[in-house]
């Protein structure tokens, strides 16, 4: 069946480090993924996104990188700072159903002073 | 300020008894979308609407309702809760389909933690 799962449920960084939070997913046939990053009492907030014609994108000190043939996503975090310890999502979506967007069960980032 | 609302931020109720939580968004956006969170589950999709009069099931639908009378607002309807329904709920929305363009992703609300007890 599909899924979306990540290899670190938890994740220590020092500040100025770069981070990198990994992602499984199973379904083939997703084309888009996305990184939600969740801060405590917060809804999830939408960081960067990749299309499965892409290898690689960037944004503003994160990247996102995917392997469709291990099916893996990962997210890259240069200079990790205090506040961008959350909880990081992916999420992946079909072309079949383009509004339904599977999440995967999230990763712990702490970031250490 | 662009914003997707919702009310309340805490509810506690009994089982049986029918609740709404509402859902507004200011950004005229055509999608939106119900999701729950549990703790190891993440977040799964309760309902979505594409537009006006127009909704689907997610992953999760049994136990909801939903409607889209206006495009502003995507409330969500327990009519008999059950203890099983204790959740943190989100509501989202989108400008355009996922997928078509970059940086659509959904717009979260900060969420209704509902107690059923």
């Known amino acids: 069946g599909e899924s979306v799962g990540l290899h670190l449920p938890t994740l220590s960084v020092q500040e100025g480090d770069n981070s990198i939070i990994n992602c499984a997913y199973s379904n083939s046939a997703s084309d888009y993924f996305i990184w939600y990053k969740q801060e405590s009492g917060k809804g999830p907030q939408f960081i960067i996104d990749?299309?499965?014609?892409?290898d690689k994108r960037q944004g503003q000190r994160v990247t996102v990188l995917l392997n469709k043939t291990v099916k893996h996503l990962s997210l890259q975090i240069a200079a990790t700072q205090p506040g961008d310890s959350a909880v990081y999502f992916c999420?992946?979506?079909?072309?079949?159903?383009?509004?339904?967007?599977?999440f995967g069960p999230g990763t712990s980032l702490s970031v250490i002073p | 300020e662009a914003q997707v609302t919702q009310n309340p931020r805490y509810l506690i109720t009994v089982t049986g008894k029918k609740l709404t939580v509402t859902c507004s968004q200011n950004m005229n956006h055509e999608y939106m979308s119900w999701y729950r969170q549990d703790p190891g589950l993440g977040l799964r999709q309760i309902y979505y609407s594409m537009n006006v009069e127009v909704t689907d099931k997610g992953d999760v639908p049994e136990g909801y309702k939903v409607s889209r009378k206006e495009k502003r607002n995507f409330p969500l309807i327990l009519e008999s809760p059950s203890p099983n329904q204790t959740s943190l709920y989100f509501c989202a929305s989108s400008l355009k389909p996922l997928g078509q363009g970059f940086g659509y992703g959904y717009t979260f609300g900060s969420g209704t933690r509902l107690t059923v007890v």
């Open positions: 999420a992946e979506n079909g072309l079949s159903s383009y509004d339904k967007v599977i």
């Open positions: 990749i299309r499965s014609n892409m």
